[in-house]
């Protein structure tokens, strides 16, 4: 079975059933604050157009050229700003290369602005160290914030004819230090944006859950109220048949009698059978909610194999099967990552939940009811169970059922519906 990569966009909201987060507009962490932050940056350049009309004497040519060089170095800025901050992890090559080849158009700008009309500290750089503090992953973002300083203060020392290292170099103190608070703020937002989602998920799952437990809730009604209410009338309109003296409109009475046990039986039928269909569990929706419960846990999960297509009762104890290993794993484990395997020959069909964790203690493993419960379950339809930890660190739930001529066997799990 093929899993899935990851596809960010970075204007994508975090959501959907897999635990995957991609970048989102920082709207949903910061509403306002992050606009009016970006919006503050651009108040900046007017000192810096208004310093260069006073020491400088342009002609037109250059005048436009000024206004267009830094047209373009705020719209980079701004394009930078407010598309593509926050990275979240993952960011594929295509994404990075878009994020580092416009802050290169930036610094090149930056550069540009600084030699042909600069005059003191080459603050343009510092457009540089922010953007690349919020657009870049951490590691990058520290290395790009370095470079750019350094850059600064070379071009400051440039400029200044190199008679003032140590004023140069004070003055610069102040680009990676607010390097460093970008940095630290990106990942402040980043971790905020992490937690709405693990919280939206954990409703959803919760929600789930309430949604099974009221299906559950209503077959068990269903099931106690109606289904004694059918029964009743199946055992006395046979009781009504029976009772009827010998005649002919005595016969038609009785065959009236025998036409509503007969629909009485059928509807009781219906209803053990819809029971059933609330109460017994799908593999193929305990596979996708193993796979949304460990990735929404952080866990990689990965479900390799096909079994075909079983009968309900045995597909119902790998179903939970898969259920119990999933939440053991969730629970018990604190792995990095679970591998879910469907096999099956001529003998049997297994699934096994293993996971590179610690799994359960012995008291845990041996005081929960979810195990022994399932072991339960597995030895009544005629099963091998095994949990235990992996020689090479681990934990592995096997379970095992057994086939006849290469044919499930035909047998009702331990919790099955049943007659009356």
């Avoid at 635990?19 to 910061?30: C, F, G």
Wanted: charge should be negative; proline fraction near 6%.
């Amino acid at each position: 079975m093929a899993q899935a990569t990851n596809s960010e966009q970075p204007t994508s909201p975090p959501g959907g059933n897999a635990a995957r987060i991609d970048d989102a507009t920082p709207h949903e962490v910061l509403p306002s604050a992050w606009p009016l932050f970006t919006a503050v940056w651009l108040l900046f350049p007017v000192g810096f157009v208004i310093q260069v009309l006073r020491t400088t004497s342009l002609s037109p040519l250059q005048l436009l050229t000024l206004f267009t060089s830094l047209a373009a170095f705020l719209a980079v800025f701004l394009w930078l700003m407010l598309r593509y901050p926050f990275p979240a992890a993952g960011l594929t090559a295509r994404e990075l290369r878009v994020r580092v080849g416009l802050l290169l158009a930036l610094a090149i700008l930056a550069l540009y602005l600084e030699l042909a009309y600069g005059n003191g500290v080459p603050y343009r750089f510092m457009y540089v160290v922010v953007a690349a503090a919020v657009t870049l992953p951490t590691r990058k973002a520290a290395w790009t914030v370095a470079v750019t300083a350094v850059v600064a203060g070379v071009v400051y020392e440039v400029a200044a004819g190199g008679d003032t290292l140590a004023t140069t170099w004070r003055s610069i103190v102040p680009f990676p230090l607010i390097g460093i608070g970008m940095i630290a703020v990106s990942r402040l937002v980043v971790t905020v944006r992490e937690l709405q989602a693990a919280r939206r998920e954990i409703a959803q799952l919760a929600a789930a859950e309430a949604v099974a437990e009221e299906r559950l809730r209503f077959a068990r009604d269903l099931h106690d109220l109606l289904g004694h209410s059918l029964s009743l009338i199946v055992l006395k309109s046979t009781l009504a048949g029976r009772l009827m003296p010998p005649g002919p409109e005595a016969e038609r009475a009785a065959r009236e009698a025998q036409d509503i046990e007969e629909v009485a039986r059928q509807a009781l039928g219906e209803v053990r059978d819809a029971v059933a269909g609330y109460r017994r569990p799908t593999l193929e929706g305990e596979l996708a909610g193993a796979r949304e419960v460990l990735e929404a846990a952080g866990i990689d999960c990965h479900i390799e194999g096909d079994i075909g297509v079983v009968p309900e009762a045995m597909e119902a104890v790998l179903a939970w099967s898969v259920r119990e290993g999933a939440t053991n794993v969730v629970r018990h484990s604190r792995a990095e990552r679970c591998e879910i395997r469907l096999t099956s020959d001529e003998e049997e069909v297994r699934v096994e939940v293993d996971d590179d964790g610690r799994g359960p203690s012995p008291a845990e493993a041996s005081g929960g009811t979810g195990l022994a419960g399932l072991a339960e379950r597995v030895a009544a339809s005629g099963g091998g169970f095994e949990a235990a930890s992996l020689p090479a660190g681990g934990f592995r739930l096997r379970v095992s059922l057994p086939l006849r001529n290469g044919t499930p066997s035909t047998f009702e799990p331990a919790s099955g519906i049943t007659g009356s």
